[in-house]
């Protein structure tokens, strides 16, 4: 039952990470970054941390240099090179669908 309710509370509050992460703010990308790292309300996903916190260091994050650092020690070359195509690609579409 508390596993439930942590994932039910974290949707909700990735809901409004994403909404501030989509008006560019580094710091929701930074949590974003994280939830996706260890599966916080959303599936984990190596890929779309690094992708967060590449964007979040964009941004002047500089936390999320360290963390995608870290991220970059548990990933392939081909997971990096889709994590930076999915950054570019949010970028270019302003932040939405990322």
Do not use: D
Request: aromatic share 10%; glycine share 8%; charged share 20%.
């Amino acid at each position: 039952m508390a596993a439930f309710v942590v994932l039910k509370i974290g949707k909700r509050v990735g809901k409004w990470y994403l909404l501030a992460a989509e008006q560019g703010n580094a710091a929701a990308q930074l949590k974003l970054g994280h939830m996706y790292a260890l599966g916080r309300g959303v599936p984990e996903n190596n890929v779309l941390a690094y992708m967060w916190w590449n964007l979040a260091s964009e941004y002047g994050e500089e936390n999320a240099l360290n963390y995608k650092g870290l991220a970059i020690k548990n990933m392939t070359s081909s997971q990096i090179e889709k994590a930076q195509e999915l950054s570019r690609e949010c970028l270019k579409n302003n932040y939405k669908n990322c």
